[in-house]
């Protein structure tokens, strides 16, 4: 199991104090946040891709090959990387060229967005979200695995005798997750190529999700990629905790009651009873993350959201700190009854492992 923080970049107002962060501010926040999760022992940080207020991370390979720099284990991923609006060929060479950087350390989350109006501002129409997201994420598979394409779409024009540079490291590209929180067309892409499927498991019912990975794991099998069981599930989460569940609860009140995206609607309570969202101590956490198995199957990957709705820096790096003391009992009680052949989570390593062998 991989255990990680992801970050939306929201510049959010403060609801305790009504102050809010400059977006410098927010920007080296979040790498702040990066080099905490490294300290701490986690695996992964993920960051989102955003091109409007009031969010700040609209690039994220630039913050991802700083934090490459700064740091030496952890694995440097996407929140969401836009198959839809980013032309695929810079993707395939952004990507590869922080692979390099990073050494390998790299993996990205592809994904739609669910902001609609970034598709004109690039150029799109939303109308042609998934057919924008099969297109494109062919021609990015293809670029990293073929040294010259040539290639002819709907969405862009044509490629001959194409060589994207540079080529992935050590030939093997970086791992991709599809992430997806209402679509089966993105489950099928993530089953046909063999790549992970992520589920965001943030603001729906577990039953919603439930049926997007069992989808997923079906067509997995039906690919001839393994198993049903053997196929590469990553999860959101998202938690507050204090020593007990009381000062938990009264602290993060006023940051859920106003979020812009879950305020002013179904109470904290409500919210924590019908979604992953766990309030409370360090053990309420670790009993409610540990039932998304039972929920799940054997997954790989676990992210947690942990610095939105206006939550100040030293709260998070608290936060974290709870994190980094629950993880090794997490990690220990996901192993127990795991089956030998549920495979962990992709690295560049275990992938070039997989090469040469």
Do not use: C
């Not at 080529?167 to 993105?186: A, C, N, T, Y």
Request: glycine share 8%; aromatic share 10%; no cysteine.
């Amino acid at each position: 199991m991989q255990f990680g923080v992801f970050t939306v970049g929201d510049v959010t107002p403060d609801p305790t104090t009504g102050r809010t962060p400059t977006e410098a501010e927010r920007i080296k926040a979040m790498v702040a946040i990066a080099l905490k999760a490294e300290e701490v022992g986690l695996d992964v940080f993920a960051t989102g891709e955003h091109h409007n207020p009031p969010f700040v991370p609209s690039s994220p390979t630039t913050m991802l090959g700083y934090i490459a720099a700064r740091t030496e284990r952890l694995i440097l991923s996407t929140a969401t990387t836009l198959i839809t609006t980013n032309d695929p060929v810079k993707i395939a060479e952004d990507y590869a060229m922080l692979q390099h950087l990073a050494d390998g350390r790299v993996d990205l989350i592809m994904g739609r967005g669910n902001t609609g109006p970034v598709y004109p501002w690039f150029g799109k129409d939303i109308r042609d979200g998934i057919d924008l997201a099969i297109e494109n994420y062919a021609l990015l598979h293809k670029l990293w695995r073929e040294d010259v394409v040539d290639w002819q779409g709907k969405h862009r024009t044509p490629l001959q005798s194409f060589t994207s540079t540079p080529r992935p490291l050590d030939d093997v590209p970086p791992f991709v997750w599809h992430g997806s929180i209402r679509s089966p067309q993105i489950a099928e892409q993530a089953a046909y190529y063999g790549d992970g499927f992520f589920a965001n498991h943030i603001f729906w019912p577990k039953e919603h999700f439930q049926r997007l990975i069992t989808f997923y794991r079906e067509r997995y099998e039906h690919h001839g990629h393994g198993a049903a069981h053997q196929a590469i599930v990553g999860l959101g989460g998202q938690v507050f905790m204090r020593r007990n569940s009381q000062d938990a609860v009264r602290e993060f009140r006023p940051y859920f009651d106003n979020a812009p995206v879950y305020g002013h609607g179904p109470s904290l309570e409500e919210f924590t009873e019908q979604t992953p969202l766990t309030v409370g101590s360090p053990q309420e956490v670790i009993d409610k993350t540990l039932t998304f198995r039972e929920h799940f199957g054997d997954y790989q990957r676990q992210l947690f959201l942990m610095d939105h709705a206006g939550l100040p820096l030293k709260t998070v790096l608290e936060q974290l700190d709870f994190l980094g003391e629950i993880v090794p009992t997490l990690r220990r009680e996901f192993a127990v009854g795991r089956p030998a052949d549920v495979p962990d989570a992709p690295t560049h390593s275990s992938m070039l492992k997989a090469v040469v062998r």
